[in-house]
DNA sequence: AGTTTAACCTGGGTGC
DNA sequence: TGCACCCAGGTTAAAC
């Protein structure tokens, strides 16, 4: 589900609320969810100030009195606030009870999410090992064009392979390459430096403009409020099979790539 | 080493 | 109504 744009919407409505709070119980509906021990997973919580509420790559990252809460989302997961009176939705997966009364819930239909603790010097370990940002200033055409050397991927799935540069989902990989005029089944190694500075605007652009609309709600993701992202009657491709390109009109077409859906356009797309 | 696939799960939609 | 099948925003381990 929640790519940047949407993991980064979350991020921004959790941190006013909940950073300088207070947790007071924790509770581990859904052991699976959990990295490691459930129990351990609860004491390292329990009675803890939270501090800030970051992002990095797709996941969220809570300070947690010295350790760190670190939430991926998978495909269906949700982590919202909600006040003390709020009915608990189905799929509940952890409970966090706050001091104050509110509640921080984690929700998940599939299961494919995950929450885990660590200490900060793990998780900066982590951190560092993990690609570039996409809105870092890092992350330029001369970036691009280096790491993609050599590299006989297409594109598209090059372009989700979070070990290079995080962030970017089925969503938006379709999203940025149509904007860029690139084929997603163009070899990541054949791109042009003067591609590679197109896809990076691209990239940025598309991720942007999503963050401004908080997000792309197709059908599971909510923010930290329960609220829908407005990105979805933007996308130019994603789910518009056989529809026409809105630079050309030629029908969109989909194709599979790694098991994934792929969205573009045959004519303005080489 | 780089790349592709299959698996992890549930639910919603479609076609018979 | 039931059933088989396909599809879904992610990540990962195993298999090429």
Redesign the pocket.
């Known amino acids: ?3 940047l744009p ?1 993991v980064e919407t979350i991020v921004r409505g959790l941190s006013p609320g909940l950073t300088g709070t207070r947790i007071g119980s924790v509770a581990v509906i859904r052991p ?1 969810l959990v990295a490691g021990d459930a129990v351990a997973f609860t004491d390292a919580l329990s009675g803890r100030p939270v501090g800030a509420v970051t992002r990095r ?3 969220i990252v809570i300070a947690v009195d010295g350790d760190v809460l670190v939430v ?5 997961g949700r982590l919202m606030l909600s006040d003390a009176d709020a009915p608990l939705p ?2 509940l997966g952890v409970r966090f009870d706050l001091e104050d009364g509110r509640r921080l819930l984690y929700q998940d ?4 999410g995950r929450l885990e603790v660590m200490d900060r010097v793990a998780w900066q370990v982590r951190a560092d090992a993990m690609g570039v940002e996409p809105l870092s200033d890092a992350f330029d055409g001369s970036l691009l064009h280096r790491l993609t050397r ?5 594109i598209k ?2 372009l ?3 070990r290079r540069v995080v962030g970017v ?3 938006y990989a379709s999203e940025a390459l149509h904007r860029a005029g690139i084929n997603p089944r163009r070899a ?2 054949s791109l042009s430096r003067q591609r590679a500075d197109r896809l990076v605007r691209a990239v940025r652009e598309v991720l942007s403009e999503a963050i401004e609309f908080r ?7 909510r923010d930290a409020s329960g609220g829908r ?1 407005g990105f979805a009657e933007r996308l130019r491709v994603y789910d518009r099979e056989g529809e026409p390109c809105r630079r050309c009109t030629h029908p969109l077409r989909r194709i599979v790539q ?4 792929t969205f573009y356009c045959t004519r303005c797309q080489r």
């Open positions: 589900v929640p790519e949407e699976d790559a797709k996941n991926n989302l998978g495909m269906t189905s799929h239909v599939r299961r494919f050599g590299s006989r991927s297409p799935p090059w989700m392979d979070q989902g089925n969503i990541a190694g997000g792309t709600t197709l059908l599971d993701y992202g790694g098991g994934r859906s």
